[in-house]
């Protein structure tokens, strides 16, 4: 932190302290915030951070893994009534009311993060910013972890969802120092080598015989084929090919895993089938690497966490600086949470059981003992300087209305029949 250090640092120890705040400017309420509720949107609008630095600091605290677990996800920070807010969109948000469309205004934001461990609900963040209007989700989230990726000294393992495992991901990623796996959409057409030239034509085909992943008459010749038992999901069959390529990056050949589940009951939320790509110089386990998969949801619970206990998205936030500011100051008190996890005392509901290890608390509940901590360790923060009152606006100053923005869509606008 350089501009508006102590009031920034002041204010991520009320968030993490404050367990009955609504807003970020009750956070000035806490007694550790010891400045006026103004320094709240001073700290948001005037200070700044290294992100640089911060990128750099985050790495240099990561737990040390012979192969890092990453993850890349998109969230949206809704915003529907912030017609003062710039470049808002319509983003794609899940709804489970029936007849609703799934749809929301806001912003979206693109986060990396590291899976620190094989079980639990923590998940690091990396990095977490905004996607522009204009900008392309795969190609910005690709951006981000390649970043990352060139300041690790490990080769990291990068999980995505359906949407970044296509042609886009693969070329944005080329010669990237990591190795990709992601969930394929059941309705994926893949292809794999073309034969020998037969001299005929003018030029050699790209494209061999498909693999449609819907029809399993096209599932011939897997490169491998076993089956194993799993403590979670009972007996899975796994059949591997090696060397497919979509049609529009024929020369980006990947690997394509099958995950059969024969004791699943085969509904939305128990499917049979995984079907999974798999990107990178790595050579793939079919036994054990597919699992990495499943870590991955870890990262959906981060974004549950910052949303509802950390109050990330209760700031009204009036322009794109601030709020990207609120969003880096977020994460850092979620790190401050995890660094803190082996030092604190748990402290139980009466309804609760008594965590036995500190490596079992989850970031809720390191939340909840965090004060005992910060009392210890106190504060480098400087107190406020009395500065007397603002003289305010003169007399007769009048204020202009702060500019009107609609929400706007992504993609070309469709041309206009004419008359």
Avoid at 252 to 270: N, Q, S, Y
Wanted: aromatic share 10%; hydrophobic share 35%; proline share 9%.
């Amino acid at each position: 932190m350089t501009q508006a250090r102590d009031a920034q640092f002041e204010l991520v120890d009320a968030l993490l302290l404050d367990h009955e705040a609504q807003s970020p400017v009750e956070l000035s309420l806490n007694p550790v915030f010891r400045r006026r509720w103004s320094s709240v949107y001073a700290a948001l609008s005037d200070g700044e951070i290294n992100e640089a630095g911060l990128m750099r600091l985050y790495l240099a605290h990561v737990p040390r893994q012979k192969r890092p677990l990453w993850a890349l996800d998109t969230t949206t920070w809704q915003r529907p009534d912030a017609v003062t807010l710039p470049e808002r969109g319509i983003y794609y948000v899940p709804s489970r009311v029936k007849g609703n469309k799934p749809i929301g205004v806001g912003h979206a934001y693109s986060t990396v993060a590291m899976i620190p461990e094989v079980t639990g609900s923590w998940a690091l963040p990396l990095r977490h910013e905004r996607v522009g209007i204009d900008q392309d989700a795969v190609t910005f989230g690709a951006s981000q972890v390649v970043d990352l990726a060139r300041q690790s000294d490990v080769r990291p393992l990068v999980t995505v969802d359906s949407h970044y495992s296509n042609s886009k991901w693969l070329r944005a990623t080329v010669d990237a120092p990591f190795d990709t796996l992601g969930r394929l959409r059941p309705n994926r057409n893949l292809y794999r080598r073309p034969g020998p030239y037969c001299g005929r034509g003018t030029k050699q085909r790209k494209h061999g015989p498909p693999l449609k992943l819907k029809h399993a008459d096209t599932w011939q010749d897997p490169d491998a084929w076993l089956c194993v038992h799993d403590d979670q999901l009972g007996r899975v069959e796994i059949m591997v090919w090696h060397d497919l390529h979509f049609r529009k990056a024929p020369d980006r050949e990947m690997t394509v895993i099958r995950i059969h589940r024969l004791d699943a009951r085969g509904t939305r939320r128990d499917p049979k089938d995984l079907w999974l790509m798999y990107d990178g110089e790595t050579p793939f386990d079919p036994v054990g690497d597919w699992r990495s998969y499943l870590r991955r949801f870890a990262i959906e619970h981060w974004y549950r966490f910052v949303k509802n206990d950390l109050l990330w998205v209760n700031f009204a936030g009036a322009n794109l600086y601030n709020t990207q500011h609120w969003s880096w100051l977020i994460t850092l008190a979620y790190w401050q949470l995890w660094l803190a996890r082996p030092l604190v005392l748990d402290q139980p509901r009466p309804w609760e059981h008594t965590v036995s290890a500190p490596e079992n608390l989850t970031p809720g509940r390191v939340k909840r003992a965090l004060g005992g901590l910060l009392t210890v360790i106190g504060t480098p923060t400087q107190p406020p300087k009395p500065r007397g009152n603002s003289p305010g606006r003169t007399l007769g100053q009048k204020m202009t209305s702060r500019p009107r923005y609609p929400v706007r869509k992504k993609g070309k606008p469709k041309p206009k029949k004419s008359a």
